[in-house]
Every structure is written in structure tokens, then in C-alpha cells.
């Protein structure tokens, strides 16, 4: 297990269509959390699991915005019918715990495009 | 509420030349304070932390960090750096007993050969 798999890097859509990204966390880590990161600025905190568990979602997660985690594995977000604000780097991160003692993973994110 | 403000949103700086990346925030309560590195196309690395104890942190790739609570900084130094260390630089805090973290803007580093 080498860290925190995004899947796909790369994404191009055209407005009003859905897509789904995946993400994958080191196997013993039981948090993850999906942030997005547009251009020129810094990531922003979209949600987090523990476990299969959703406990917290930004204002940011429009309800167009939604996120799966089942079984308490991988990660599922869904954005549908996109919209060109949407264009950003979506970025999944895991931790074994809760605290900043246990630190973020983060995986190399998905770059999403909305034409 | 809480921010980070990064004061630089570019820095370029010779080769072997020393280098400090800015970071200020703003919080009511105590915080945990970050610092990652992002290389192109790349997810975010920590270099280091601050959580308690000795104000001067040292991280990874020779960068060093100092907490200053008076002046709620926590800027990142390097004595001398290198053509790989050409990155964006990301600060950001934690609230005690918070599950997200809040980044700045960032600060792109560019290394002058």
C-alpha cells in the first residue's frame, strides 16, 4: 500500500453532466476527507468519514455535491450536473485517527474541467 | 472564525540562497499550525508541524518553521535551497478539537539557478 490513490487524474466535461470520482486511502486508515483546490488558491475542506460514516460536510458541498463512503473503504464523490465553477482539483486525504499527532495523506487529486 | 493569510504569493530566490515563506492567522482559540508542499500535479506533502512544546520546528528537506504566538506567525525558513525545492508552499491551521484543516493561498517558490 503505497498511499492514497485519486481515480481519475484527469477529467474533461461538458457543463451538465455528472461525474464521480474515486478515492482510495491507505487500507488502516479509518478517516478521509475530500477538500477542492481551484486555482491560485488554497485546498478547502468539502467533508469527512469515519468510517463508513459521513460527520461533517462544508457549506461548500451544494446539493449537487454528493460523497460515499461504503464499507468504510474507498470513497465516492459525485458532482451532478456540473457547472463551470466546479473546475478545480479535487483532493481525498486519509488518517489513521482523529488528531494532528496521526497527520493527512493526501493523493495527487483528481483535476476536474468543466467546458 | 479562523484564516491564514500567506503574505507573498510568489517568492524567487537564487540557488543556495537562504528563504522565508510568510505566515500569518487569526484565531480565538488555541490552533495546530502546518505547513505542506505541493509539486506539480502532485497532492500535498507535510514538511512539518507545530503542535506544542519547542516554538522552532524542524521538518523535512532541511526547512525549519518558528511558532510566534505574540505575533501569530509561523514562518518557514530554509538556510539554503535548491532547484528542487521549486514548489508551491501551503500554510494552514487546525482548531483544537477540529476534524478539518484551513489553508492559505500559498506561496510559489522559484529556485534561480
Known amino acids: 500500500d503505497t498511499g492514497v490513490s485519486q481515480d481519475p487524474r484527469h477529467k474533461i466535461t461538458k457543463r451538465g453532466q455528472n461525474v464521480t470520482f474515486r478515492c482510495d486511502p491507505i487500507s488502516e486508515h479509518n478517516r478521509l476527507y475530500w477538500y477542492r483546490q481551484t486555482l491560485g488558491q488554497g485546498p478547502e475542506f468539502l467533508t469527512y468519514?469515519?468510517?463508513?460514516?459521513?460527520?461533517?460536510k462544508s457549506r461548500l458541498l451544494s446539493d449537487r455535491f454528493s460523497a460515499e463512503r461504503p464499507k468504510g473503504s474507498f470513497s465516492t464523490l459525485e458532482i451532478q450536473r456540473t457547472e463551470q465553477g466546479d473546475s478545480a482539483m479535487y483532493l481525498c486525504a486519509s488518517s489513521l485517527a482523529f488528531g494532528p499527532n496521526y497527520g493527512y495523506t493526501f493523493g495527487s487529486g483528481t483535476r476536474l474541467t468543466v467546458v | 472564525a479562523q484564516s491564514v493569510t500567506q503574505l507573498d504569493s510568489q517568492v524567487p530566490v537564487f540557488e543556495e540562497a537562504p528563504v522565508e515563506l510568510r505566515c500569518n492567522y487569526s484565531?480565538?482559540?488555541?490552533?495546530?499550525l502546518f505547513w505542506y508542499v505541493q509539486y506539480p500535479n502532485q497532492g500535498l506533502q507535510l514538511l512539518l508541524k507545530?503542535?506544542?512544546?519547542?516554538?522552532l520546528v524542524k521538518g523535512i528537506n532541511g526547512f525549519e518553521a518558528e511558532f510566534n504566538k505574540s505575533q501569530t506567525s509561523f514562518h518557514l525558513r530554509k538556510p539554503s535551497v535548491h532547484i528542487s525545492d521549486t514548489a508551491e508552499y501551503f500554510c494552514?491551521?487546525?482548531?483544537?478539537?477540529?476534524?478539518?484543516?484551513?489553508f492559505g493561498t500559498g506561496t510559489r517558490l522559484t529556485v534561480i539557478p
Open positions: 507545530y503542535l506544542s512544546g519547542s516554538t
Open positions: 484565531s480565538s482559540v488555541s490552533v495546530y
Open positions: 468519514f469515519q468510517n463508513e460514516a459521513q460527520l461533517e
Open positions: 494552514a491551521v487546525s482548531l483544537l478539537g477540529a476534524n478539518n484543516l484551513f
